[in-house]
Nanobody, 120 residues
Framework: QVQLVDSGGGLVQAGGSLRLSCAASGRTFSNYAMGWFRQAAGKEREFVAR????????YYADSVKGRFTISRDNAKNTVYLQMNSLKAEDTAVYYC?????????????WGQGTQVTVSS
């Protein structure tokens, strides 16, 4: 079992930056791919970014490419989402997830979410 705790959200002006963190419990963190989704009010949850277990492969939604960077520190059991050049449309609750499959993408564990609000 893996427990994920999201943090780092807040209120920021458009053009600003935030760094989200997702701290994981469990000894097998380094075996899991990790990622982030977000959900804006009244909208469906959407994929944001993903990082492989080793950190060597990353994937991004087109809407955040070039602005967001996902990274991980397996020694600290933590994955990060650095968000730069934030826009009002980035406002959402951000959720990290863990994928234990090692194969086709799946979403086995979720954090509780952290609110990001970007004022224009």
């Amino acid at each position: 079992q893996v427990q994920l705790v999201d943090s780092g959200g807040g209120l920021v002006q458009a053009g600003g930056s935030l760094r989200l963190s997702c701290a994981a419990s469990g000894r097998t963190f380094s075996n899991y791919a990790m990622g982030w989704f977000r959900q804006a009010a009244g909208k469906e949850r959407e994929f944001v970014a993903r990082i492989s277990w080793s950190g060597s492969n990353t994937y991004y939604a087109d809407s955040v490419k070039g602005r967001f960077t996902i990274s991980r520190d397996n020694a600290k059991n933590t994955v990060y989402l650095q968000m730069n050049s934030l826009k009002a449309e980035d406002t959402a609750v951000y959720y990290c997830y863990a994928d234990r499959s090692g194969g086709p993408w799946q979403y086995d564990y979720w954090g509780q979410g952290t609110q990001v609000t970007v004022s224009s």
